[in-house]
């Protein structure tokens, strides 16, 4: 089993904080604190879940040493009084707040699941959106419009594209690769140069500088083919992570029109 990573520790324990625990048996003993084996199984149940990984008696071995280590280091601030500090006790009370936050957040969402009507919807917006016809394009971006009448003006002399856009574009993205986009959806691109491509025909480039907010582009088509919106399984995910910040948004406003707020 791959060793689960320290990184996920504060986390869990901050989850695993913000239940009530019930007393058990004592785990560890640091300089007389307690440390209750629910607690341990609590956070490794949580590290566990995270990582994709079964609890194992390894895990809460591991987790048992980071948290000994962690109390010997908490009871050391406490000794050099950094409790005392106004700006560890602000950091503290952050702290506190977002692991109410996350708690009760997270009880709204297992409440409120987002249901296969609104993924099912929110898949069909999106597909409609997403365009019959995929394009593949070069461009060439250059600062001023008379650099891109020059460039026009060579290829109408017989340049090749990929070879102008390899010297002159100042698209990292793309001029080292001759100024290629690769396959793309017009709705992926920023409106003037959307319009520009889709009234171009297969070999086609733009004989008029396209002005965006990232300077004036020469456009290139080189194919089209109809185009295929990854399915809703593939995006699902996605899907639901957005219906779910929209729900969470909804639900802390509906909460702050609730409150008295006096400033």
């Known amino acids: 089993m791959t060793p689960i990573r320290s990184k996920f520790l504060p986390a869990a324990l901050a989850l695993a904080l913000a239940s009530p625990l019930a007393l058990a048996q004592t785990a560890a003993t640091v300089n007389g604190k307690a440390i209750s084996q629910s607690f341990v199984d609590s956070v490794a149940a949580l590290m566990a879940k995270q990582a994709g990984q079964p609890v194992t008696p390894q895990l809460k071995e591991q987790i048992k040493k980071q ?15 950094l ?54 394009a070069q461009h060439i971006l250059v600062p001023t419009r008379k650099e891109a009448e020059d460039v026009i003006a060579q290829l109408e002399k017989g340049a090749k594209f990929s070879e102008l856009a390899k010297k002159d574009s100042k698209d990292t993205g793309s001029a080292a690769n001759g100024g290629h986009l690769g396959w793309s959806t017009p709705g992926n691109y920023v409106p003037a140069f959307a319009s520009a491509l889709m009234k171009l025909k297969p070999g086609q480039y733009t004989t008029t500088p396209v002005q965006t907010q990232f300077g004036w582009h020469v456009i290139k088509l080189d194919q089209t083919r109809p185009a295929k919106p990854p399915t809703l399984q593939q995006l699902r995910p996605q899907i639901v992570e957005e219906l779910q910040r929209e729900a969470i948004q909804k639900y802390q406003q509906q909460l702050l029109a609730g409150a008295k707020v006096t400033q």
């Open 67 to 81: 948290m000994i280590l962690r109390e010997v280091v908490v009871q050391e601030a406490e000794k050099q009084g």
């Open 83 to 136: 409790l005392k500090n106004p700006q560890i006790q602000d950091q503290l009370q952050i702290d506190r707040q977002n692991v109410l936050i996350h708690a009760v957040l997270a009880a709204y969402l297992q409440k409120h699941p987002v249901s296969q009507a609104e993924i099912q919807a929110q898949y069909d917006k999106f597909a409609k959106s997403f365009g019959h016809t995929e394009y593949e």
